[in-house]
């Protein structure tokens, strides 16, 4: 007869094989049903792929963060009535972290949801997924540490090192004790996670100057407000919305850039939320591109119609000449899988009817969209501007995109121009970011060569 431990550990193996299975081969399965779609339909299944291969690496992740951190109540040689009441507090800790990982991982699923039942559980969902990640990110950190400590350990001329660093108070508990890092690392993840939701929506206005050489902008100076990423829906609200509104009335700019990202669902369900935003664009001479979350949920060609609406003009592969300098938008690099006939992004179509001599800026969403331009196409612009990365939003992912992505955050030399990374206006799924880094960026072009200047304001 198999032992109840040994079904419970059958049963995990099974299950994490699944989930491994289910994130290797769900994308080829679903190929047919998604290619099957209608026009936009294709570009919203396969973000619900994605989202059921996202659900398997979470589930991978919480079998991993469990067994880390339910060591916390290995068997010990206990008095047999303190045995009793440990076995019980394991059993209410299984059952809290089980449900808390349950919640969490409900995110994906929420965003393909009704406006009913994501009024009734997205927050709440959000919040703990924003835990979940920071939680994640130092489990493994620990993990990491202790994994080395271990090998270094059978390193004799390391070995004394650590036998000394045994001895020391504080720092020995931290770095050889499971559960004082246990206890240590639920602390700081929920800490980490509430400053972060506190100041998610803390939006602060920042400017850089960028020379241009040869610059043929009026005046030798256009300065543009740069938005991108606000995610509008999920847990980005009304409320939000008319906080990046109250800060755009007050800039003294000659221009608003978006950037992509600036919805995440339907028209149908945000148009209240999103209405703040057009006040305050009334009063600017904006421009969009799209980002590959306009194409996720319903119809993006909706969204272009109403910003088209509200004044907004979208630069679908075209640009615009403005204040002596020709303003390139092109659609999403994703754009080509949305589903929608003839989307895709396309630089040398979008530079056509740029005025000769004139300086190019180039509005792009994700910086990795450079990788797919010819240099010859590349080497005449002169400015890029992108958002897309959030500059990793959460304190745990900002190093392993920053190792991953060669463009994460900030102004970079191209060669011939320069390319500059907003982290984002607001924040993508969890309400929660690193703190000062909801921003509006004022970019200032200049005909100048002297050294970027950035600043707070």
Known sequence: MLTSSYRILSARNSIIFVAVLGFLSIRKLSAGWVSDGRGYEVGNRRRFVSALRMECLMLLGNFFMYGQLMVYYEKRDYDKLYKQAKTKLRAIASATLITFMVAAQLIHF???????????????????????VNLLGLVAGCFIVNSVIRIFDKVPSISPMLTRMRQLPYISSLMFDRRCQIRAVLLVAVAMSLLMWY????????????????????????????????????????????KVADKLRDLDVDAVALVGDIVDGPLKILANRIEPLWGALKQHHTYFVSGNHEYYYGDAMLWFAEYEAHGVRVLNNRCEMFHGICIVGVNDVSSNKSGIIGHHMNLPEAMRNCTQGASRLLLTHNPSSLSKFSAGDLAKIDVVLSGHTHAGQFYVVAPVTWLLWPYLYGLYDIGHGKLFVSAGTLYGGPPMKMLWMSEIWIVNLVNDTSQVVDALR
């Open 199 to 242: 100041g998610s929506d803390d939006i602060v206005v920042k400017q850089v100057t960028i020379p241009v050489k040869n610059f043929s902008g009026l005046n030798g100076s256009v300065k543009i407000a740069l938005l991108s990423d606000i995610h509008t829906g999920a847990t980005v609200r009304r409320n939000q919305i008319a």
């Open 110 to 132: 929420l965003y393909f949801a009704s406006e009913e039942v994501q009024d009734q559980f997205f927050d709440v969902s959000a919040f703990l997924f924003g835990i979940w």
